[in-house]
């Protein structure tokens, strides 16, 4: 079976594509980025992934251009059997879903798809969507399969998670799904069935819920912080020894391109009706907001040197998208702070190396909890850490 996965250079489509190849499929991973796909030829994996270059590396020595191919180019789809479509899916500037994207991936790829293909969604979805691809192209005439088959891993560990967690599919018909449930399981000997609806829910309840679970700990980090109390001692006494409380999240900012735009995309769904989700996104949202605030309690920011460690969205990961840590910055700059931001993982020429950056702010913001910070003795510097990975 030969598949090609549309938006294949992207942190979701990328691992998938290599571990498919892996699996003994033949893969043509198309991405509009050309430059990234010339680096994927060149052998180099072009963000932080556990095992993605090593994995990239052993594909290339063993495929040599056969099982494996990178390509900018959408023609590669029509000799296919499989189209698994995995871009970027927005919310725009109303917090509204963006479909833009995936109808225009789609009308991209039309000329060249054929009768008896199978496309396979991969992309998180605004529900209804699915159908409405299905039917656009029973419209234009092609008798083509459609399956929505949501990617749940946490980005930077996609190539251990694809294999550890159930997959959930749905289709459009009976053979649809039963390519889906081939195409899985070769990853997973657990595969879950719902409906296309269903599952474009499963997939959009999942990071509502992980969300909101992130605000219930950040707004208790932040009331326990306006009694002076420390939030992460009360923490450890409610989850120590006791499963119930096994799952209460450390406090830190949820950003990262998905749980932020899937929660509106969920409140979008019901008519904005969803006071849960919205509740969470201004209690995340403002927590570095409620952090300058704290800071100006003590401090006369004005023309102080402040620094942040940390840019990532996430730990020990190069992805700086919807990362909170840069509206700490910005809120800091309207303070006439002046900031100094260091990252290990982050190229960017106004950054500054972690040692100036300790050796010359007084007061420091931990922006992502890398794990390198854990181990930093800071003796002159205030440090506020909402993370809780400097312990005192
Ligand atoms: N990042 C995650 O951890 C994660 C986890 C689960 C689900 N998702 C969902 O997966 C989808 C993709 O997310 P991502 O983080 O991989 O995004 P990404 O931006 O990293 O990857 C998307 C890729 O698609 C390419 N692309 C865009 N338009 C294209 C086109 N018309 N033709 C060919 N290639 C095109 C881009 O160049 C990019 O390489 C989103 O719907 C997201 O919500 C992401």
């Known amino acids: 079976?030969?598949?090609?996965?549309?938006?294949?250079?992207?942190?979701?489509?990328?691992?998938?594509?290599?571990?498919?190849?892996?699996?003994?499929?033949?893969?043509?991973?198309?991405?509009?980025?050309?430059?990234?796909?010339?680096?994927?030829?060149?052998?180099?994996?072009?963000?932080?992934?556990?095992?993605g270059q090593a994995?990239?590396?052993?594909?290339?020595?063993?495929?040599?251009?056969?099982?494996?191919?990178?390509?900018?180019?959408?023609?590669?789809?029509?000799?296919?059997?499989?189209?698994?479509?995995v871009v970027g899916t927005p919310v725009d500037e109303h917090m509204n879903p963006n479909l833009t994207p995936v109808y225009?991936?789609?009308?991209?790829?039309?000329?060249?798809?054929?009768?008896g293909q199978v496309v396979i969604l991969r992309s998180t979805l605004f529900p209804g969507t699915s159908e409405k691809i299905q039917a656009a192209l029973t419209a234009g005439g092609l008798d083509v399969g459609v399956c929505f088959c949501p990617e749940r891993i946490a980005q930077g560990h996609a190539l251990r998670e694809l294999q550890e967690f159930p997959q959930i599919i749905s289709g459009s018909s009976k053979s649809a799904l039963a390519v889906a449930r081939k195409v899985f399981s070769s990853l997973t000997s657990k595969i879950v069935e719902l409906s296309m609806t269903e599952a474009e829910l499963a997939k959009l309840f999942t990071n509502a819920w992980r969300y909101i679970k992130f605000a219930v700990a950040n707004q208790f980090y932040m009331i326990a912080a306006d009694k002076g109390l420390d939030f992460y001692r009360i923490r450890d006494a409610m989850v120590q020894d006791y499963g119930r409380a096994a799952d209460f999240p450390l406090a830190g900012f949820a950003a990262g391109p998905c749980l932020f735009k899937d929660t509106m995309q969920l409140a979008a769904f019901n008519r904005q009706n969803f006071a849960l989700g919205h509740s969470a996104m201004l209690l995340n949202e403002t927590l570095p907001d409620f952090l300058v605030e704290r800071a100006k309690l003590s401090y006369a920011l004005k023309g102080m040197r402040v620094g942040i460690l940390g840019m990532?969205?996430?730990?020990?990961?190069?992805?700086?998208?919807?990362?909170?840590?840069?509206?700490?910055?910005?809120?800091?700059?309207?303070?006439?702070?002046?900031?100094?931001?260091?990252d290990p993982y982050i190229q960017d020429p106004e950054f500054e190396s972690l040692q100036s950056v300790l050796s010359s702010c007084e007061l420091i913001f931990i922006g992502c909890p890398h794990s390198m910070y854990r181990t930093i003795k800071?003796?002159?510097?205030?440090?506020i850490d909402c993370w809780g990975i400097v312990r005192t």
Do not use: W
């Not at 225009?104 to 009768?115: D, N, T």
């Not at 190069?318 to 809120?331: G, I, M």
């Not at 800071?378 to 440090?383: G, Y």
């Open 312 to 342: 990532a969205f996430k730990a020990d990961n190069d992805d700086k998208r919807e990362s909170l840590a840069y509206k700490l910055r910005k809120l800091l700059l309207y303070e006439n702070a002046v900031v100094l931001c260091t």
């Open 55 to 85: 994995l990239l590396t052993k594909l290339l020595r063993r495929a040599a251009g056969h099982t494996l191919v990178f390509s900018a180019e959408s023609n590669l789809v029509s000799d296919c059997d499989v189209v698994i479509l």
């Open 1 to 51: 079976m030969k598949i090609a996965v549309v938006g294949g250079g992207g942190h979701v489509g990328l691992p998938l594509s290599l571990l498919l190849a892996d699996k003994g499929y033949a893969v043509q991973v198309i991405d509009c980025d050309a430059a990234k796909i010339e680096a994927l030829k060149r052998g180099e994996f072009p963000f932080l992934e556990e095992g």
């Open 378 to 383: 800071f003796d002159k510097q205030h440090v």
């Open 104 to 115: 225009a991936v789609i009308e991209q790829i039309k000329p060249f798809l054929r009768s």
